[in-house]
């Protein structure tokens, strides 16, 4: 089946450095791909929707400045948390839709979720 | 506006057990995917079952089974004979009508399963 892989898994950083998680469709092409945010104990938040070719559109209450994301291929998105504070420190997790499934203008393809990447901001 | 709750943040079984996970929802959309997902500590999203708001036959998978009822806007699952295996956060979640290649989720609270031997 599709796989969405992100990377890295696990990062930690010292506050005020920029860290970058790829987010990778490996087998299908994604126009769209989404970014959530889950900190510990809470559920999954939408942080933004990573169009490809164009500017992400942020959930409200996200900083596009903080969090920057680029979806430059069919296959892959960036976020980037740039200077990274420890209440940044979170569980993120990107998505991706098959674009090559669809039925009409409905499109029926399967979400596909990445494992996630957790980090640590010390 | 869309909302998912789960009202049962903590639920804990012994093992063999049924278990029944509550989902409701609120929407304005006539059209609209529902899903649930199992989270377990390693903390990766497993897909478990989506169904589109047409379909109201509940669903049957092993020892999963959903009941989607549209009339009071819910969709809950059921785990027969629980095994500790199961233990994990469940999320419930709904997803606005897709076109092209959109369709965000919206996710419930969660519900952390504990099954004990």
């Known amino acids: 089946g599709a796989v969405v892989s992100q990377h890295p898994s696990w990062v930690i950083c010292k506050s005020g450095t920029s860290v970058k998680i790829e987010c990778r469709s490996l087998?299908?092409?994604?126009?769209?791909m989404f970014w959530y945010r889950q900190f510990p104990k809470q559920s999954l938040m939408l942080m933004a929707t990573?169009?490809?070719?164009?500017?992400?559109?942020?959930e409200q209450g996200v900083e596009k400045d903080k969090f920057l994301i680029n979806h430059a291929s069919l296959t892959l998105s960036t976020l980037t948390v740039t200077s990274a504070h420890p209440e940044d420190s979170s569980f993120y997790i990107c998505?991706?839709?098959?674009?090559?499934?669809?039925?009409?203008?409905?499109?029926?393809?399967?979400?596909?979720f990445g494992e996630g990447s957790r980090l640590t901001v010390l | 506006a869309q909302k998912v709750t789960q009202a049962q943040t903590e639920i804990s079984v012994v093992e063999k057990e049924d278990v029944t996970l509550d989902c409701v929802y609120e929407t304005r959309d006539t059209t609209y995917y529902l899903f649930w997902y199992k989270q377990p500590p390693s903390g990766e999203l497993v897909f478990l079952i989506r169904?589109?708001?047409?379909?109201?036959q509940n669903e049957i998978s092993g020892r999963y089974s959903w009941n989607f009822q549209k009339s009071t806007s819910s969709f809950n699952f059921t785990i027969t004979a629980s095994q500790v295996v199961d233990s994990a956060v469940y999320f419930c979640a709904l997803s606005e009508v897709i076109y092209n290649q959109g369709g965000k989720l919206i996710f419930g609270q969660g519900t952390e399963l504990s099954v004990k031997p």
């Open positions: 087998d299908f092409q994604a126009t769209t």
């Open positions: 998505s991706a839709r098959d674009i090559l499934v669809t039925s009409g203008s409905l499109n029926t393809g399967e979400l596909f």
């Open positions: 990573s169009n490809e070719g164009s500017k992400a559109t942020y």
């Open positions: 169904r589109n708001s047409f379909d109201e």
